[in-house]
């Protein structure tokens, strides 16, 4: 589900607050700011005799400045920017919204404040929405997307989304958000290393940088070590911290050493090309398969054995890593799909969604175990018109039919890296499991 407006949800400390003001209780809202730094915003009350769900009320403390304030995160806060903006308590400063959220949801958010959106005032360009973007001052955890340094302009990738556009977000962890303790660096777990190589390509026409990490004494391995391919390379980077994912999870004996290869996209235009089945697309494919993987094996001892070999991605790469390991089987037996974008239609510009699925159904069962992971909350119309929760399903009831090995995931939350960087974990375990 996503949630809508939530205009008829109550918070018990706000009404609280509002009849303390009402009788004139003095130091009422100055003891309302301070239980607030003290405790952290957002504010999460229970609801009565209801154990799955809680109230959570984002608060900002305004100025005679303040016009407006609203709560951004449109995959998460669904609806119009008016459904999202926030209330004044009378003539105070205390502006406040109120939801009603799965008590496990974890997602980043940030504060419009006086959003040109909201005030009707035309024409405005996304970077005048994002410049009146702030972080919730009151909430001191944070969520940071990296700069760049690759690829410059991909840093206004997030653009045209209201979220996306700050670069360091807050971060909403309700109380029943499972933990992610292996997105943490460890002092005590040795590193990887990470190598950065640059390739000048002829198919497709382009240059790129691969990163491939090596896990900690690999050099002193007699055994090649399995195989990790995932594209987009700065969000495995940065966003989902895979490197420092695999140190501390190879550490602890939940996966065996793996070689990670992230896989560069030149820009953001190609990129969407590049996981689509435009021309470039197959290219790319043509790249992975032909080229990169060629020459990993002639100068890393990593695995041939498509059995412990891995091909994933998030959102479009998920989508496009399950195509690759269906036409390349002798390459890859295990798909690692993040919210993959399953909806899509065929090839051939057909209008029917779902091409994927479809090819799965008429198409001989293959030896390829399939991770699929879809947020709760992903259940707007994505390309096709098909939702990436309801694609997934489908997909997965497909997949079982014709005899795959399926791990399937519905994480509460929605098409945001903070929530991949904790499934990626529940694949990588899965799929390099021993299988008798």
Same mark, same amino acid.
């Given at each position: 589900?996503?949630?809508?407006?939530?205009?008829?949800?109550?918070?018990?400390?706000?009404?609280?607050?509002?009849?303390?003001?009402?009788?004139?209780?003095?130091?009422?809202?100055?003891?309302?700011?301070?239980?607030?730094?003290?405790?952290?915003?957002?504010?999460?009350?229970? @609801?009565?005799?209801?154990?799955?769900?809680?109230?959570?009320?984002?608060?900002?403390?305004?100025?005679?400045?303040?016009?407006?304030?609203?709560?951004?995160?449109?995959?998460?806060?669904?609806?119009?920017?008016?459904?999202?903006?926030?209330?004044?308590?009378?003539?105070?400063?205390?502006?406040?919204?109120?939801?009603?959220?799965?008590?496990?949801?974890?997602?980043?958010?940030?504060?419009?404040?006086?959003?040109?959106?909201?005030?009707?005032?035309?024409?405005?360009?996304?970077?005048?929405?994002?410049?009146?973007?702030?972080?919730?001052?009151?909430?001191?955890?944070?969520?940071?997307?990296?700069?760049?340094?690759?690829?410059?302009?991909?840093?206004?990738?997030?653009?045209?989304?209201?979220?996306?556009?700050?670069?360091?977000?807050?971060?909403?962890?309700?109380?029943?958000?499972?933990?992610?303790?292996?997105?943490?660096?460890?002092?005590?777990?040795?590193?990887?290393?990470?190598?950065?190589?640059?390739?000048?390509?002829? @198919?497709?026409?382009?240059?790129?940088? #691969?990163?491939?990490?090596?896990?900690?004494?690999?050099? $002193?391995?007699?055994?090649?070590?399995?195989?990790?391919?995932?594209?987009?390379?700065?969000a495995y980077r940065a966003m989902i911290p895979t490197p420092t994912i695999l140190d501390n999870l190879i550490a602890e004996g939940?996966?065996?050493?793996?070689?990670?290869?992230?896989?560069?996209?030149p820009t953001l235009d190609l990129r969407m090309k590049e996981l689509s089945f435009e021309p470039q697309g197959r290219a790319f494919?043509?790249?992975?398969?032909?080229?990169?993987?060629?020459?990993?094996?002639?100068?890393?001892?990593?695995?041939?054995?498509?059995?412990?070999?891995? #091909?994933?991605? $998030?959102?479009?790469?998920?989508?496009?890593?399950?195509?690759?390991?269906?036409?390349?089987?002798?390459?890859?037996?295990?798909?690692?799909?993040?919210?993959?974008?399953?909806?899509?239609?065929?090839?051939?510009?057909?209008?029917?969604?779902?091409?994927?699925?479809?090819?799965?159904?008429?198409?001989? $069962?293959?030896?390829?175990?399939?991770?699929?992971?879809?947020?709760?909350?992903?259940?707007?119309?994505?390309?096709?018109?098909?939702?990436?929760?309801?694609?997934?399903?489908?997909?997965?009831?497909?997949?079982?039919?014709?005899?795959?090995?399926?791990?399937?995931?519905?994480?509460?939350?929605?098409h945001q890296p903070v929530c991949w960087q904790g499934t990626i974990r529940d694949a990588l375990v899965w799929l390099t499991a021993?299988?008798?």
């Amino acid at each position: 589900m996503r949630i809508a407006d939530a205009a008829t949800v109550t918070s018990a400390r706000i009404e609280g607050l509002r009849r303390d003001i009402e009788a004139g209780r003095a130091n009422a809202l100055d003891a309302f700011w301070e239980a607030v730094a003290a405790e952290g915003a957002p504010l999460v009350e229970a @609801i009565p005799d209801i154990d799955d769900e809680v109230l959570v009320t984002f608060v900002w403390r305004g100025s005679s400045e303040t016009n407006s304030v609203r709560v951004c995160n449109d995959d998460i806060l669904a609806g119009t920017p008016r459904d999202s903006a926030m209330a004044r308590l009378g003539y105070t400063d205390v502006w406040h919204k109120t939801y009603r959220l799965p008590a496990d949801v974890r997602f980043e958010y940030v504060f419009a404040l006086n959003d040109p959106e909201l005030s009707g005032e035309k024409p405005w360009s996304w970077q005048e929405k994002a410049a009146a973007l702030v972080v919730d001052p009151l909430n001191p955890r944070r969520y940071l997307i990296p700069d760049d340094g690759e690829h410059p302009e991909w840093n206004d990738f997030w653009g045209p989304w209201s979220t996306w556009t700050k670069r360091e977000q807050s971060l909403a962890e309700l109380p029943a958000a499972p933990q992610q303790p292996w997105v943490v660096e460890r002092s005590d777990v040795p590193k990887g290393r990470i190598d950065k190589h640059v390739f000048e390509s002829a @198919i497709p026409a382009n240059r790129r940088v #691969v990163y491939v990490y090596t896990p900690a004494r690999y050099e $002193a391995q007699s055994e090649p070590s399995g195989l990790l391919v995932l594209s987009d390379a700065w969000a495995y980077r940065a966003m989902i911290p895979t490197p420092t994912i695999l140190d501390n999870l190879i550490a602890e004996g939940s996966v065996p050493p793996l070689v990670a290869v992230l896989v560069d996209h030149p820009t953001l235009d190609l990129r969407m090309k590049e996981l689509s089945f435009e021309p470039q697309g197959r290219a790319f494919v043509s790249f992975l398969t032909g080229v990169l993987l060629p020459w990993l094996h002639a100068h890393y001892r990593v695995t041939s054995d498509p059995a412990r070999s891995i #091909v994933g991605g $998030a959102s479009d790469g998920g989508d496009t890593a399950a195509r690759i390991a269906f036409e390349y089987p002798g390459l890859f037996g295990n798909v690692l799909s993040q919210s993959g974008t399953f909806g899509r239609p065929s090839p051939a510009d057909d209008s029917e969604p779902e091409w994927f699925a479809r090819h799965v159904a008429s198409s001989p $069962a293959l030896a390829i175990r399939f991770y699929l992971d879809a947020g709760s909350m992903e259940t707007g119309a994505d390309v096709g018109g098909t939702s990436i929760l309801e694609s997934n399903r489908h997909l997965r009831m497909t997949l079982l039919e014709k005899g795959h090995e399926v791990l399937h995931v519905e994480f509460s939350g929605g098409h945001q890296p903070v929530c991949w960087q904790g499934t990626i974990r529940d694949a990588l375990v899965w799929l390099t499991a021993a299988r008798s």
